[in-house]
């Protein structure tokens, strides 16, 4: 059974740094990776979507790697903004969706 | 328990046709969530519920699409008029309380739609 995990569970970093959120998940058999965000109140907001061919998307401060072989990916958020405050899921799909725990990320202003 | 369920599995149309997908939550969540994914495209937020009240429609893409939800428990969407660029997999999660704050949506086995 897929598992995914995320580290760190929560993050908090002053306005302005750079930071990464990993994601790593057992079974390399994917069809692709997404990264979302959520927010209270909100559904679910899909950030990137890599494709299991693709090694890399990005999305203007956002950047999301996948290296499937070692069942990894990673988001890169460049210059962070108190709006980025929020929890990021990854989440895998093979024949369904395997979300990650998550990483509660707060930008201190 | 079950988990969330969604009928039909797959559903075959006729541009220009209705259809009704249906979302069996689990039992006692109150927050429910209805999803599309186009062929290469991410999770694409349609609607979410709080109980019987939809507090945020801001997803729906056009006034083709509406969706209900009766008793805090099944929920139906119905794509009036369905147009080619509809056919996805419709995705529908039920949460315990909709809170937001990495609170585990659980998500059912889609249903698959293609119009003609």
């Known amino acids: 059974k897929q598992e995914v995990t995320q580290i760190p569970a929560a993050l908090s970093v002053p306005e302005g740094e750079n930071l990464v959120l990993n994601c790593s998940f057992t079974d390399s058999a994917i069809y692709n990776l997404q990264w979302f965000r959520q927010d209270p109140g909100k559904g679910l907001t899909s950030l990137l979507l890599i494709q299991s061919s693709q090694r890399e998307q990005t999305s203007g401060r956002l950047n999301a790697s996948l290296d499937k072989s070692s069942g990894r990916s990673t988001l890169y958020i460049a210059a962070s903004q108190p709006g980025d405050s929020a929890t990021y899921l990854c989440a895998v799909y093979g024949n369904q969706f395997y979300f990650g725990t998550g990483t509660s990320l707060t930008v201190i202003p | 328990g079950a988990g969330v369920s969604q009928s039909p599995s797959n559903k075959v149309t006729e541009k220009g046709k209705d259809v009704e997908l249906r979302c069996d939550p689990i039992s006692g969540h109150t927050a429910l969530y209805w999803y599309r994914q186009s062929l290469g495209q991410g999770l694409e937020f349609l609607i979410y519920f709080q109980g019987n009240s939809a507090p945020d429609k801001s997803g729906l893409p056009s006034d083709r699409f509406s969706a209900e939800r009766t008793g805090g428990s099944v929920s139906t969407l119905t794509i009036q008029r369905t147009q080619q660029e509809d056919s996805a997999v419709y995705l529908c999660?039920?949460?315990?309380?909709?809170?937001?704050?990495?609170?585990?949506?659980?998500f059912g086995p889609g249903t698959r739609l293609l119009v003609l």
């Open positions: 999660a039920s949460s315990t309380q909709g809170t937001g704050d990495g609170e585990t949506q659980y």
